[in-house]
């Protein structure tokens, strides 16, 4: 009988292994998927593709399981928010497409031997990720959508929108880069 490590190496210089899960996926089989993703989330919800909006209604279901209430707020403030909320997050499509996405991840990462811990440097570092979450997360909410419900799903759907947020994104990485190679790099 084999032990443990002598199956995961024969898995590892597996062919198909290496083909399938080590090896990174060209852009365009990747665009191909995410835009096959997107035509089934369309057809299957009667809603593009969104992710962020999904994380505001997680932080409305914990805030509510603490005993808040989001009913007076303006963003649940809609009939159509507050069924959402009231249907609770094992009945929502986007929560669990959202885990999928997590866990996928995960599982990639996994897969391709590529899941590495790395150690805080600093606090500036600390203070950097912090500052950019926080920055990122408020910026996806105002533009109602991240880069997949405002731009992606914007694009896909033939809308203005989705093009004013590409070229505002691409702008605010090359403005973010620089800033964090002068004070953080």
């Not at 002598?6 to 995410?34: C, F, H, Q, R």
């Not at 004013?164 to 004070?183: C, H, R």
Request: proline share 1%; glycine share 12%.
């Amino acid at each position: 009988m084999s032990t443990f490590k002598e199956t995961m190496l024969k898995i590892s210089n597996n062919d198909m292994y290496k083909k399938w899960l080590k090896t990174a996926w060209p852009y365009v089989t990747g665009a191909v998927l995410l835009s096959l993703f997107q035509i089934a989330t369309l057809a299957s919800t009667g809603n593009p593709w969104g992710v962020s909006g999904v994380f505001a209604n997680w932080g409305a279901w914990i805030y509510e399981a603490f005993g808040g209430s989001v009913a007076k707020w303006y963003y649940f403030s809609s009939d159509g928010a507050q069924a959402t909320l009231e249907n609770g997050f094992l009945n929502h499509a986007g929560s669990w497409r959202n885990i999928g996405i997590i866990l996928g991840a995960l599982l990639s990462v996994l897969f391709a031997s590529q899941l590495k811990i790395k150690k805080i440097k600093s606090k500036k570092q600390i203070i950097a990720a912090s500052l950019g979450g926080l920055l990122m997360g408020y910026g996806a909410r105002i533009a109602f959508g991240c880069n997949i419900g405002a731009l992606f799903s914007g694009i896909a759907s033939l809308s203005l929108s989705g093009w004013v947020f590409a070229i505002a994104m691409f702008g605010g990485a090359v403005v973010g880069s620089k800033l964090l190679v002068k004070f953080f790099m």
